[in-house]
Protein backbone atom coordinates (compact mmCIF):
# COMPACT_ATOMS: atom_id res chain seq x y z
CA UNK A 1 0.00 0.00 0.00
CA UNK A 2 2.92 2.05 0.98
CA UNK A 3 4.49 1.74 -2.41
CA UNK A 4 1.37 3.15 -4.15
CA UNK A 5 0.40 5.79 -2.23
CA UNK A 6 3.86 7.02 -3.32
CA UNK A 7 3.30 6.04 -6.84
CA UNK A 8 0.28 8.31 -6.76
CA UNK A 9 1.94 10.98 -5.16
CA UNK A 10 4.11 11.34 -8.22
CA UNK A 11 0.92 11.46 -10.34
CA UNK A 12 1.74 14.98 -10.49
CA UNK A 13 -1.72 17.07 -9.93
CA UNK A 14 -3.63 14.74 -7.85
CA UNK A 15 -0.36 14.67 -5.47
CA UNK A 16 -0.92 17.86 -4.58
CA UNK A 17 -4.65 17.70 -4.15
CA UNK A 18 -5.11 14.17 -1.94
CA UNK A 19 -1.57 13.22 -0.67
CA UNK A 20 -0.15 15.75 0.02
CA UNK A 21 0.90 14.58 3.75
CA UNK A 22 1.78 11.20 2.01
CA UNK A 23 4.10 12.51 -0.43
CA UNK A 24 7.34 11.45 -1.23
CA UNK A 25 9.84 12.66 -3.83
CA UNK A 26 10.05 10.95 -6.56
CA UNK A 27 12.23 11.60 -10.10
CA UNK A 28 9.09 12.84 -10.97
CA UNK A 29 8.16 14.85 -8.71
CA UNK A 30 9.62 18.26 -9.74
CA UNK A 31 10.24 17.64 -13.34
CA UNK A 32 9.21 20.07 -15.95
CA UNK A 33 6.41 19.45 -18.71
CA UNK A 34 7.02 19.82 -22.08
CA UNK A 35 3.24 20.60 -23.32
CA UNK A 36 1.99 18.43 -26.00
CA UNK A 37 3.17 20.57 -29.21
CA UNK A 38 6.81 19.64 -27.70
CA UNK A 39 5.92 16.47 -28.56
CA UNK A 40 4.63 17.16 -32.57
CA UNK A 41 7.40 16.91 -34.16
CA UNK A 42 7.14 15.50 -37.57
CA UNK A 43 10.61 13.72 -36.73
CA UNK A 44 8.92 12.76 -33.18
CA UNK A 45 5.50 11.92 -32.41
CA UNK A 46 4.02 14.69 -35.05
CA UNK A 47 4.06 12.28 -38.19
CA UNK A 48 1.83 10.92 -40.70
CA UNK A 49 3.46 7.65 -40.31
CA UNK A 50 2.23 4.57 -38.36
CA UNK A 51 5.01 4.59 -35.96
CA UNK A 52 5.20 8.86 -35.21
CA UNK A 53 1.57 9.58 -35.56
CA UNK A 54 0.52 9.27 -31.84
CA UNK A 55 -0.06 13.52 -31.22
CA UNK A 56 -2.43 13.21 -34.93
CA UNK A 57 -4.12 10.52 -33.24
CA UNK A 58 -4.58 12.59 -30.02
CA UNK A 59 -5.36 16.06 -31.11
CA UNK A 60 -7.62 14.48 -34.11
CA UNK A 61 -9.58 11.86 -31.85
CA UNK A 62 -8.84 11.47 -28.62
CA UNK A 63 -11.74 12.74 -25.62
CA UNK A 64 -8.93 13.93 -23.52
CA UNK A 65 -8.03 17.45 -25.83
CA UNK A 66 -12.32 17.61 -24.83
CA UNK A 67 -11.70 17.69 -20.91
CA UNK A 68 -11.57 21.66 -20.50
CA UNK A 69 -13.93 22.06 -22.75
CA UNK A 70 -16.68 19.90 -20.85
CA UNK A 71 -15.92 22.59 -17.97
CA UNK A 72 -16.99 25.84 -20.04
CA UNK A 73 -20.53 23.79 -20.55
CA UNK A 74 -24.21 24.61 -18.84
CA UNK A 75 -23.91 21.59 -16.97
CA UNK A 76 -20.26 22.15 -15.92
CA UNK A 77 -21.59 25.79 -14.61
CA UNK A 78 -25.10 23.92 -12.91
CA UNK A 79 -22.23 21.42 -11.36
CA UNK A 80 -19.67 24.19 -10.20
CA UNK A 81 -22.29 27.15 -8.86
CA UNK A 82 -24.62 23.77 -6.72
CA UNK A 83 -20.72 23.01 -4.83
CA UNK A 84 -19.86 26.86 -4.83
CA UNK A 85 -16.44 27.14 -6.24
CA UNK A 86 -17.00 29.93 -8.68
CA UNK A 87 -16.21 28.75 -12.30
CA UNK A 88 -15.47 25.22 -13.00
CA UNK A 89 -12.83 25.77 -16.21
CA UNK A 90 -10.54 28.06 -13.27
CA UNK A 91 -11.07 25.75 -9.93
CA UNK A 92 -8.66 22.64 -9.06
CA UNK A 93 -11.55 21.05 -7.92
CA UNK A 94 -12.21 20.05 -11.66
CA UNK A 95 -9.09 21.25 -13.30
CA UNK A 96 -7.31 18.37 -11.62
CA UNK A 97 -8.88 15.70 -13.47
CA UNK A 98 -10.16 17.92 -16.83
CA UNK A 99 -7.11 20.33 -17.33
CA UNK A 100 -4.25 19.09 -14.75
CA UNK A 101 -1.81 21.57 -16.24
CA UNK A 102 -3.72 24.53 -14.78
CA UNK A 103 -2.48 22.74 -11.07
CA UNK A 104 0.70 22.52 -12.29
CA UNK A 105 3.16 25.14 -10.65
CA UNK A 106 4.25 27.80 -13.35
CA UNK A 107 7.69 26.82 -12.82
CA UNK A 108 7.34 23.52 -13.99
CA UNK A 109 5.84 24.41 -17.32
CA UNK A 110 8.13 24.80 -19.85
CA UNK A 111 6.84 27.93 -22.54
CA UNK A 112 5.22 24.85 -25.05
CA UNK A 113 3.24 23.68 -22.08
CA UNK A 114 -0.45 25.27 -22.91
CA UNK A 115 -2.70 24.83 -19.58
CA UNK A 116 -5.61 24.73 -21.91
CA UNK A 117 -4.25 21.19 -23.79
CA UNK A 118 -6.44 18.89 -21.43
CA UNK A 119 -5.39 15.55 -20.78
CA UNK A 120 -2.63 15.25 -22.36
CA UNK A 121 0.79 13.39 -23.41
CA UNK A 122 1.77 13.83 -20.01
CA UNK A 123 -0.68 13.71 -18.02
CA UNK A 124 -0.38 9.89 -18.74
CA UNK A 125 3.47 9.50 -19.67
CA UNK A 126 4.55 12.19 -16.91
CA UNK A 127 6.57 15.08 -17.14
CA UNK A 128 8.83 14.70 -19.90
CA UNK A 129 11.54 17.27 -18.57
CA UNK A 130 13.31 14.28 -16.74
CA UNK A 131 13.21 12.30 -19.91
CA UNK A 132 12.74 14.43 -23.09
CA UNK A 133 16.58 14.46 -24.70
CA UNK A 134 17.61 10.82 -23.32
CA UNK A 135 14.42 8.96 -24.86
CA UNK A 136 14.79 9.22 -28.22
CA UNK A 137 18.65 7.92 -28.16
CA UNK A 138 19.29 4.72 -30.01
CA UNK A 139 21.44 3.18 -27.24
CA UNK A 140 18.28 3.89 -24.85
CA UNK A 141 15.87 1.32 -24.31
CA UNK A 142 12.67 0.87 -23.10
CA UNK A 143 13.78 0.22 -19.17
CA UNK A 144 16.63 3.10 -19.75
CA UNK A 145 13.66 5.64 -20.49
CA UNK A 146 11.29 4.64 -17.55
CA UNK A 147 14.36 4.59 -15.15
CA UNK A 148 14.84 8.35 -16.60
CA UNK A 149 11.43 8.83 -14.96
CA UNK A 150 8.73 8.04 -17.61
CA UNK A 151 6.06 6.35 -16.68
CA UNK A 152 5.60 2.60 -17.18
CA UNK A 153 2.45 2.30 -18.98
CA UNK A 154 3.54 -1.22 -20.42
CA UNK A 155 2.52 -2.56 -16.98
CA UNK A 156 -1.05 -2.91 -16.63
CA UNK A 157 -0.51 -2.17 -12.95
CA UNK A 158 0.63 1.15 -13.88
CA UNK A 159 -1.51 1.85 -16.41
CA UNK A 160 -4.79 0.93 -14.20
CA UNK A 161 -3.26 3.16 -11.71
CA UNK A 162 -2.54 6.00 -13.95
CA UNK A 163 -6.58 6.10 -15.30
CA UNK A 164 -7.84 4.89 -12.18
CA UNK A 165 -7.25 8.37 -10.28
CA UNK A 166 -9.35 10.33 -12.71
CA UNK A 167 -11.68 7.86 -13.60
CA UNK A 168 -13.22 6.50 -10.57
CA UNK A 169 -12.45 9.26 -7.48
CA UNK A 170 -14.87 11.81 -7.73
CA UNK A 171 -15.82 13.57 -4.36
CA UNK A 172 -19.00 12.90 -3.29
CA UNK A 173 -20.00 16.72 -2.86
CA UNK A 174 -19.51 16.88 -6.72
CA UNK A 175 -21.61 13.53 -7.23
CA UNK A 176 -24.16 15.33 -5.29
CA UNK A 177 -23.95 18.15 -7.38
CA UNK A 178 -24.66 16.33 -10.33
CA UNK A 179 -21.49 14.87 -11.72
CA UNK A 180 -21.38 11.36 -13.54
CA UNK A 181 -21.13 8.92 -11.90
CA UNK A 182 -17.63 7.50 -12.62
CA UNK A 183 -17.16 3.57 -13.61
CA UNK A 184 -13.31 2.12 -13.97
CA UNK A 185 -13.19 -1.03 -16.41
CA UNK A 186 -9.14 -0.81 -17.76
CA UNK A 187 -10.02 -3.09 -21.31
CA UNK A 188 -12.86 -1.78 -22.57
CA UNK A 189 -11.87 2.22 -22.06
CA UNK A 190 -8.72 1.17 -23.14
CA UNK A 191 -10.55 -0.23 -26.14
CA UNK A 192 -12.47 3.17 -26.44
CA UNK A 193 -9.51 5.39 -26.18
CA UNK A 194 -7.86 5.88 -29.46
CA UNK A 195 -5.10 4.00 -29.42
CA UNK A 196 -1.84 5.74 -30.85
CA UNK A 197 0.15 2.76 -29.83
CA UNK A 198 0.55 -0.56 -31.62
CA UNK A 199 -1.40 -3.35 -30.37
CA UNK A 200 -0.96 -4.69 -26.98
CA UNK A 201 -0.66 -7.95 -26.67
CA UNK A 202 -4.08 -9.32 -28.25
CA UNK A 203 -4.70 -11.60 -25.37
CA UNK A 204 -4.57 -8.52 -23.53
CA UNK A 205 -8.42 -8.20 -22.70
CA UNK A 206 -8.77 -10.74 -19.16
CA UNK A 207 -5.84 -8.89 -17.44
CA UNK A 208 -6.66 -6.05 -18.05
CA UNK A 209 -10.01 -6.40 -17.04
CA UNK A 210 -9.08 -8.47 -13.56
CA UNK A 211 -5.96 -5.76 -13.03
CA UNK A 212 -8.61 -2.91 -13.53
CA UNK A 213 -11.36 -3.87 -11.24
CA UNK A 214 -8.56 -4.92 -8.60
CA UNK A 215 -7.37 -1.19 -8.69
CA UNK A 216 -11.01 -0.09 -8.90
CA UNK A 217 -11.48 -1.98 -6.01
CA UNK A 218 -8.71 -0.61 -3.70
CA UNK A 219 -9.17 2.82 -4.55
CA UNK A 220 -12.80 2.39 -3.36
CA UNK A 221 -11.78 0.62 -0.58
CA UNK A 222 -9.51 3.01 0.73
CA UNK A 223 -11.99 6.38 -0.24
CA UNK A 224 -14.46 4.73 1.77
CA UNK A 225 -12.30 4.16 4.73
CA UNK A 226 -10.12 7.46 4.58
CA UNK A 227 -12.38 9.95 3.13
CA UNK A 228 -14.65 12.37 6.02
CA UNK A 229 -17.24 12.40 3.59
CA UNK A 230 -17.26 9.10 1.85
CA UNK A 231 -19.65 8.61 -1.51
CA UNK A 232 -22.13 5.88 -0.60
CA UNK A 233 -21.01 5.23 -4.75
CA UNK A 234 -17.89 4.52 -3.29
CA UNK A 235 -19.14 2.03 -0.47
CA UNK A 236 -21.23 0.03 -2.46
CA UNK A 237 -18.59 -0.08 -5.51
CA UNK A 238 -15.98 -1.43 -2.80
CA UNK A 239 -18.66 -3.86 -1.56
CA UNK A 240 -19.94 -4.69 -5.11
CA UNK A 241 -16.27 -5.59 -6.17
CA UNK A 242 -15.47 -7.34 -3.46
CA UNK A 243 -18.52 -9.92 -4.07
CA UNK A 244 -17.50 -10.07 -7.61
CA UNK A 245 -13.70 -10.50 -7.29
CA UNK A 246 -13.91 -13.42 -4.63
CA UNK A 247 -16.31 -15.08 -6.75
CA UNK A 248 -13.45 -14.71 -9.65
CA UNK A 249 -10.30 -15.86 -7.15
CA UNK A 250 -12.16 -18.38 -6.01
CA UNK A 251 -12.41 -20.53 -9.29
CA UNK A 252 -9.09 -19.60 -10.57
CA UNK A 253 -6.62 -21.21 -8.94
CA UNK A 254 -3.65 -18.86 -9.98
CA UNK A 255 -5.03 -15.94 -8.14
CA UNK A 256 -4.65 -14.52 -5.04
CA UNK A 257 -7.59 -14.89 -2.94
CA UNK A 258 -10.06 -11.87 -2.32
CA UNK A 259 -12.72 -12.16 0.93
CA UNK A 260 -15.62 -10.99 0.92
CA UNK A 261 -15.15 -8.54 3.75
CA UNK A 262 -17.10 -9.45 6.75
CA UNK A 263 -17.54 -6.15 8.42
CA UNK A 264 -17.90 -3.01 7.45
CA UNK A 265 -14.06 -2.40 7.86
CA UNK A 266 -12.40 -2.68 4.48
CA UNK A 267 -8.88 -2.51 5.29
CA UNK A 268 -7.99 -5.98 4.42
CA UNK A 269 -9.90 -6.08 1.28
CA UNK A 270 -7.69 -3.16 0.50
CA UNK A 271 -4.62 -5.15 0.95
CA UNK A 272 -5.89 -8.25 -0.71
CA UNK A 273 -6.85 -6.09 -3.91
CA UNK A 274 -3.47 -4.66 -4.23
CA UNK A 275 -1.85 -8.01 -3.93
CA UNK A 276 -4.20 -9.21 -6.80
CA UNK A 277 -3.66 -5.91 -8.75
CA UNK A 278 -0.06 -6.96 -8.72
CA UNK A 279 -0.44 -10.24 -10.14
CA UNK A 280 -3.17 -10.03 -12.36
CA UNK A 281 -1.22 -8.48 -14.71
CA UNK A 282 0.65 -11.37 -15.29
CA UNK A 283 -1.86 -13.64 -15.19
CA UNK A 284 -2.21 -15.81 -18.43
CA UNK A 285 -5.61 -17.44 -18.59
CA UNK A 286 -6.87 -20.24 -21.12
CA UNK A 287 -9.70 -21.10 -22.19
CA UNK A 288 -11.29 -23.43 -19.36
CA UNK A 289 -10.02 -20.89 -16.83
CA UNK A 290 -11.82 -17.91 -18.48
CA UNK A 291 -15.07 -20.18 -18.80
CA UNK A 292 -14.93 -20.78 -15.47
CA UNK A 293 -14.88 -17.57 -13.88
CA UNK A 294 -18.37 -16.82 -16.45
CA UNK A 295 -19.47 -20.12 -15.58
CA UNK A 296 -18.88 -18.89 -11.41
CA UNK A 297 -20.89 -15.35 -12.74
CA UNK A 298 -23.65 -16.76 -14.31
CA UNK A 299 -24.46 -19.02 -11.46
CA UNK A 300 -25.28 -16.25 -9.43
CA UNK A 301 -28.80 -15.35 -10.45
CA UNK A 302 -30.34 -17.07 -7.26
CA UNK A 303 -28.73 -14.22 -5.41
CA UNK A 304 -30.36 -11.46 -7.40
CA UNK A 305 -32.95 -11.40 -4.47
CA UNK A 306 -33.57 -8.42 -2.20
CA UNK A 307 -33.08 -9.39 1.42
CA UNK A 308 -33.02 -7.10 4.34
CA UNK A 309 -29.38 -7.40 4.57
CA UNK A 310 -29.32 -6.48 0.65
CA UNK A 311 -31.09 -4.27 -0.73
CA UNK A 312 -31.64 -3.40 -4.23
CA UNK A 313 -29.29 -0.69 -4.62
CA UNK A 314 -26.49 -3.32 -3.62
CA UNK A 315 -27.87 -5.62 -5.98
CA UNK A 316 -27.60 -2.56 -8.69
CA UNK A 317 -24.05 -2.08 -7.89
CA UNK A 318 -22.90 -6.15 -8.16
CA UNK A 319 -24.95 -6.72 -11.02
CA UNK A 320 -23.48 -3.82 -13.01
CA UNK A 321 -19.86 -5.14 -11.98
CA UNK A 322 -21.00 -8.53 -13.13
CA UNK A 323 -22.54 -7.14 -17.20
CA UNK A 324 -19.10 -5.83 -17.37
CA UNK A 325 -17.18 -9.19 -16.23
CA UNK A 326 -19.46 -10.90 -19.09
CA UNK A 327 -19.02 -8.68 -21.91
CA UNK A 328 -15.06 -8.75 -21.17
CA UNK A 329 -14.50 -12.28 -20.49
CA UNK A 330 -16.80 -13.17 -23.64
CA UNK A 331 -15.42 -11.27 -26.17
CA UNK A 332 -11.93 -12.68 -25.12
CA UNK A 333 -13.57 -16.37 -25.09
CA UNK A 334 -15.07 -15.53 -28.79
CA UNK A 335 -11.48 -14.43 -29.83
CA UNK A 336 -9.99 -17.59 -28.93
CA UNK A 337 -12.09 -20.27 -29.23
CA UNK A 338 -12.85 -20.01 -32.92
CA UNK A 339 -16.54 -21.71 -32.54
CA UNK A 340 -18.98 -18.79 -33.00
CA UNK A 341 -20.88 -17.65 -29.23
CA UNK A 342 -24.25 -16.44 -29.66
CA UNK A 343 -24.66 -14.21 -26.77
CA UNK A 344 -25.07 -10.78 -28.70
CA UNK A 345 -29.12 -10.02 -27.62
CA UNK A 346 -28.71 -11.92 -23.99
CA UNK A 347 -26.04 -9.83 -23.01
CA UNK A 348 -28.12 -6.67 -24.38
CA UNK A 349 -30.50 -7.13 -22.00
CA UNK A 350 -28.63 -7.39 -19.53
CA UNK A 351 -26.67 -4.67 -20.00
CA UNK A 352 -30.02 -2.53 -20.55
CA UNK A 353 -31.06 -4.28 -17.39
CA UNK A 354 -28.32 -2.25 -15.24
CA UNK A 355 -28.32 1.06 -17.18
CA UNK A 356 -30.42 2.96 -14.94
CA UNK A 357 -30.96 2.53 -11.23
CA UNK A 358 -34.30 3.52 -11.02
CA UNK A 359 -35.28 1.03 -13.84
CA UNK A 360 -33.35 -2.09 -12.02
CA UNK A 361 -35.56 -5.13 -10.91
CA UNK A 362 -33.31 -7.54 -9.62
CA UNK A 363 -35.83 -10.52 -10.40
CA UNK A 364 -35.80 -10.02 -14.07
CA UNK A 365 -31.51 -9.23 -13.77
CA UNK A 366 -31.80 -13.25 -12.65
CA UNK A 367 -33.94 -14.10 -15.54
CA UNK A 368 -31.69 -12.59 -18.05
CA UNK A 369 -28.55 -13.85 -16.40
CA UNK A 370 -30.04 -17.28 -16.84
CA UNK A 371 -30.91 -16.90 -20.66
CA UNK A 372 -27.28 -15.56 -20.99
CA UNK A 373 -25.86 -18.98 -19.09
CA UNK A 374 -27.98 -20.76 -21.67
CA UNK A 375 -26.91 -19.34 -24.61
CA UNK A 376 -23.31 -19.58 -23.42
CA UNK A 377 -23.58 -23.33 -22.56
CA UNK A 378 -25.10 -24.01 -26.00
C1 LIG B 1 -11.53 12.57 -10.31
C2 LIG B 1 -11.50 13.22 -11.60
C3 LIG B 1 -12.56 14.24 -11.91
C4 LIG B 1 -12.89 15.39 -11.22
C5 LIG B 1 -12.26 15.90 -9.92
C6 LIG B 1 -13.94 16.04 -11.97
N1 LIG B 1 -14.26 15.28 -13.08
FE1 LIG B 1 -15.72 15.69 -14.43
N2 LIG B 1 -15.37 13.88 -15.35
C7 LIG B 1 -14.29 13.06 -15.10
C8 LIG B 1 -14.29 11.98 -16.06
C9 LIG B 1 -13.27 10.85 -16.13
C10 LIG B 1 -15.39 12.16 -16.90
C11 LIG B 1 -15.83 11.30 -18.09
C12 LIG B 1 -16.87 10.35 -17.66
C13 LIG B 1 -17.18 9.33 -18.73
O1 LIG B 1 -17.71 9.72 -19.77
O2 LIG B 1 -16.87 8.16 -18.51
C14 LIG B 1 -16.05 13.38 -16.42
C15 LIG B 1 -17.22 13.90 -16.99
C16 LIG B 1 -17.74 15.14 -16.65
C17 LIG B 1 -18.93 15.72 -17.26
C18 LIG B 1 -19.83 15.04 -18.29
C19 LIG B 1 -19.25 15.20 -19.64
C20 LIG B 1 -20.06 14.52 -20.71
O3 LIG B 1 -19.62 14.61 -21.87
O4 LIG B 1 -21.07 13.89 -20.40
C21 LIG B 1 -19.08 16.98 -16.73
C22 LIG B 1 -20.16 17.98 -17.07
C23 LIG B 1 -18.01 17.17 -15.77
N3 LIG B 1 -17.24 16.03 -15.74
C24 LIG B 1 -17.81 18.32 -15.03
C25 LIG B 1 -16.94 18.43 -13.94
C26 LIG B 1 -16.88 19.57 -13.05
C27 LIG B 1 -17.70 20.83 -13.21
C28 LIG B 1 -15.96 19.26 -12.08
C29 LIG B 1 -15.57 20.09 -10.88
C30 LIG B 1 -16.66 20.57 -10.05
C31 LIG B 1 -15.44 17.92 -12.38
N4 LIG B 1 -16.05 17.48 -13.52
C32 LIG B 1 -14.50 17.27 -11.62
C33 LIG B 1 -13.39 13.21 -14.08
C34 LIG B 1 -13.43 14.19 -13.09
C1 LIG C 1 -4.98 8.82 -21.60
C2 LIG C 1 -3.60 8.46 -21.46
C3 LIG C 1 -2.62 8.77 -22.57
C4 LIG C 1 -2.43 9.98 -23.21
C5 LIG C 1 -3.21 11.27 -23.00
C6 LIG C 1 -1.35 9.77 -24.15
N1 LIG C 1 -0.91 8.49 -24.06
FE1 LIG C 1 0.61 7.67 -25.17
N2 LIG C 1 0.16 5.82 -24.41
C7 LIG C 1 -0.77 5.56 -23.44
C8 LIG C 1 -0.82 4.13 -23.22
C9 LIG C 1 -1.73 3.42 -22.22
C10 LIG C 1 0.13 3.53 -24.09
C11 LIG C 1 0.44 2.04 -24.25
C12 LIG C 1 1.58 1.62 -23.40
C13 LIG C 1 2.90 1.89 -24.02
O1 LIG C 1 3.13 1.41 -25.15
O2 LIG C 1 3.73 2.60 -23.43
C14 LIG C 1 0.75 4.64 -24.81
C15 LIG C 1 1.76 4.49 -25.76
C16 LIG C 1 2.45 5.53 -26.35
C17 LIG C 1 3.61 5.38 -27.19
C18 LIG C 1 4.26 4.06 -27.57
C19 LIG C 1 3.80 3.71 -28.96
C20 LIG C 1 4.04 2.29 -29.36
O3 LIG C 1 3.52 1.92 -30.42
O4 LIG C 1 4.73 1.56 -28.65
C21 LIG C 1 4.00 6.63 -27.56
C22 LIG C 1 5.19 6.99 -28.44
C23 LIG C 1 3.06 7.57 -26.97
N3 LIG C 1 2.13 6.88 -26.24
C24 LIG C 1 3.10 8.95 -27.15
C25 LIG C 1 2.10 9.81 -26.73
C26 LIG C 1 2.02 11.22 -27.12
C27 LIG C 1 3.04 11.93 -27.99
C28 LIG C 1 0.90 11.72 -26.55
C29 LIG C 1 0.30 13.11 -26.67
C30 LIG C 1 0.15 13.63 -28.02
C31 LIG C 1 0.28 10.63 -25.77
N4 LIG C 1 1.03 9.50 -25.92
C32 LIG C 1 -0.86 10.75 -25.00
C33 LIG C 1 -1.55 6.49 -22.77
C34 LIG C 1 -1.66 7.83 -23.12
C1 LIG D 1 -5.71 13.50 -15.85
C2 LIG D 1 -6.96 12.75 -15.82
C3 LIG D 1 -7.16 11.58 -16.75
C4 LIG D 1 -6.34 10.49 -16.96
C5 LIG D 1 -4.98 10.21 -16.34
C6 LIG D 1 -7.04 9.61 -17.85
N1 LIG D 1 -8.25 10.16 -18.21
FE1 LIG D 1 -9.59 9.38 -19.52
N2 LIG D 1 -10.78 11.03 -19.30
C7 LIG D 1 -10.54 12.08 -18.44
C8 LIG D 1 -11.60 13.06 -18.54
C9 LIG D 1 -11.73 14.35 -17.74
C10 LIG D 1 -12.49 12.57 -19.53
C11 LIG D 1 -13.78 13.23 -20.04
C12 LIG D 1 -13.49 13.86 -21.36
C13 LIG D 1 -14.61 13.66 -22.34
O1 LIG D 1 -15.56 12.89 -22.09
O2 LIG D 1 -14.53 14.27 -23.41
C14 LIG D 1 -11.94 11.29 -19.98
C15 LIG D 1 -12.52 10.48 -20.96
C16 LIG D 1 -12.07 9.24 -21.32
C17 LIG D 1 -12.74 8.36 -22.26
C18 LIG D 1 -14.04 8.68 -22.99
C19 LIG D 1 -15.21 8.52 -22.07
C20 LIG D 1 -15.47 7.10 -21.69
O3 LIG D 1 -15.42 6.79 -20.46
O4 LIG D 1 -15.69 6.26 -22.59
C21 LIG D 1 -12.01 7.19 -22.31
C22 LIG D 1 -12.32 5.97 -23.13
C23 LIG D 1 -10.87 7.35 -21.43
N3 LIG D 1 -10.94 8.61 -20.86
C24 LIG D 1 -9.89 6.39 -21.22
C25 LIG D 1 -8.76 6.57 -20.40
C26 LIG D 1 -7.72 5.59 -20.21
C27 LIG D 1 -7.70 4.20 -20.83
C28 LIG D 1 -6.79 6.14 -19.38
C29 LIG D 1 -5.51 5.55 -18.88
C30 LIG D 1 -4.58 5.04 -19.88
C31 LIG D 1 -7.25 7.49 -19.06
N4 LIG D 1 -8.44 7.70 -19.69
C32 LIG D 1 -6.56 8.38 -18.27
C33 LIG D 1 -9.46 12.21 -17.58
C34 LIG D 1 -8.36 11.35 -17.54
Same mark, same amino acid.
Given at each position: ???????? $???????????????????????????????????????????????????????????????????????????????????????????????????????????????????????????????????????????????????????????????????????? $??????????????????????????????????????????????????????????????????????????????????????????????????????????????????????????????????????????????????????????????????????????????????????????????????????????
Amino acid at each position: MRRFIIFL $ASFFALSAALFAKDVKQTREEGALFIGAVGCKSSSCHGGAGEKRSQYITWSRQDFHTRALAILLDARSARIAETVGIGEAQSNARCTVCHSPFQSVAPVRLASTAHADEGVSCESCHGAAGSWLRGHTRTDWNYAMRVTAGMRDLRSLYVRANTCVACHQNVDNDLLK $AGHPTLVFELDSQSINEPKHWRDDDPSIGPRAWLTGQAVALREAAWRSRTDSDPAADMQETSIALAWLLAKATTVEPALPKISEPASSDLEPVQKQADDLARRAPSWNPNIDSIMSILRALVATDSEFVVTKETSVQTLWYRAGRVVLALDRLSAALKQNRGIPLKIDSELNLLREDVRLHENFAAGRFAEHLRAFRAALMK
